[in-house]
């Protein structure tokens, strides 16, 4: 009985949430000429692109539609700068089947109806190949695909809208030659493949004032990220104890999310945690202090960190997975891990 009157309780807010969607937001993506579907705004490599896009098209209205829970606040200001913001997971996380399939219904219909909105750009959410095949014809509608992995749960929804995107951008050759492959498992006709594009991911390195022969006298390794299973960063946390027992002049440090409830395994391998760094100096004061950046991940595209980091003389220290390869040679810009680990 709780339970039933919990659900009622968070329809009820679910429906008075759209309700508000309806009559606020939709003004929003109406004025629009660029339309973004996107998962968050908090800290992370993906994120700091699509901002980065967003920031590109300064001479466009963009609307950009989050629909997930973000874990942190770090990009929602800038974001807010150079877009119209919003957010739907307090009406999609109701989890009530009648009002997301309402609020899908309006967004398809505003876009639709807008005479300005000329193009949709969505990535790494589901929500976006969801809604794109109701779209109206003659819409560009653009994805970006930063990496894909191995039985990727995405295989199916991208097999599935290759004949409605208009353009697929791809960051590297590794990703291009990984939806290739999923077009060929799916029985996509080959034509598709035409659409896909690649854009590499850049950093701008104009103001960076860096001594290519400066010596650095510690030796200071760090995992800058998030806390997650593809990261897989207990693997940089044993690497480091085994490392301090023979060599306890060597450093290592972590920065980033998600690794607050993971502080006493931190602590136990001797890595000092420097928390969420979302100041830019503070990064690049960091960069300059380290040896080497280092990726435990299983899937990569080609990590923002490796790409902020190098400027400042430090070593890239990777698994040799996804794109990484295509940037990296291992012995001569930096050092690649073959096999399992």
């Known amino acids: 009985m709780i339970?039933?009157?919990?659900?009622?309780?968070?329809?009820?807010?679910g429906y008075f949430n759209y309700l508000n969607f309806n009559l606020v937001e939709t003004k929003k993506i109406k004025k629009a000429d660029v339309v973004f579907i996107l998962p968050?705004?908090?800290?992370?490599?993906?994120?700091?692109?699509?901002?980065?896009?967003?920031?590109?098209?300064?001479?466009?209205?963009?609307?950009?539609?989050?629909?997930?829970?973000?874990?942190?606040?770090?990009h929602y200001e800038d974001f807010k700068k150079h877009a119209q913001v919003i957010e739907l997971n307090h009406i999609r996380n109701k989890k009530s089947n009648r009002v997301n399939i309402l609020l899908n219904k309006v967004i398809i219909k505003t876009i639709n109806n807008s005479k300005s909105i000329h193009a949709i750009f969505g990535c790494n959410t589901d929500y976006f190949y969801n809604l794109v095949p109701d779209f109206k014809k003659g819409l560009k509608k653009i994805d970006l695909l930063h990496a894909l992995s191995h039985n990727d749960d995405r295989a199916l929804s991208l097999a599935n809208t290759a004949g409605v995107i208009d353009f697929r951008v791809c960051i590297n050759q590794?990703?291009?030659?990984?939806?290739?492959?999923?077009?060929?498992?799916?029985?996509?006709?080959?034509?598709?493949?035409?659409?896909?594009?690649?854009?590499?991911?850049?950093?701008?390195?104009?103001d960076f004032k860096t001594n290519i022969s400066e010596y650095k006298s510690d030796i200071k390794f760090g995992f800058i990220g998030r806390w997650s299973e593809e990261k897989r960063p207990e693997i940089f946390l044993k690497v480091a104890k085994q490392i301090k027992t023979k060599f306890p002049e060597v450093e290592f440090v972590m920065a980033g999310?998600?690794?607050?409830?993971?502080?006493?395994?931190?602590?136990?391998?001797?890595?000092?945690?420097?928390?969420?760094?979302?100041?830019?100096?503070?990064?690049?004061?960091?960069?300059?202090?380290?040896?080497?950046?280092?990726?435990?991940?299983?899937?990569?595209?080609?990590?923002?960190v490796f790409m902020e980091s190098m400027p400042f003389n430090v070593v890239p220290v990777s698994t040799n997975v996804g794109g990484i390869s295509q940037h990296i040679t291992h012995m001569e810009n930096g050092l690649l891990i073959e096999g399992d680990i």
């Open 3 to 13: 339970k039933l009157i919990k659900q009622t309780i968070k329809s009820i807010q």
């Open 40 to 74: 968050f705004y908090h800290t992370g490599g993906a994120e700091k692109v699509h901002l980065n896009i967003v920031k590109a098209l300064k001479n466009q209205k963009c609307c950009v539609i989050f629909t997930h829970l973000s874990a942190t606040q770090n």
């Open 174 to 206: 590794k990703a291009k030659q990984d939806l290739i492959l999923i077009y060929k498992q799916n029985n996509i006709d080959p034509v598709f493949s035409n659409k896909i594009k690649i854009i590499e991911n850049g950093v701008s390195i104009a």
């Open 257 to 304: 999310t998600g690794m607050k409830s993971n502080l006493n395994q931190i602590n136990e391998s001797g890595v000092e945690f420097l928390g969420e760094i979302t100041d830019g100096t503070k990064m690049n004061n960091l960069y300059k202090s380290l040896t080497g950046v280092v990726i435990t991940s299983v899937s990569e595209g080609f990590p923002m």
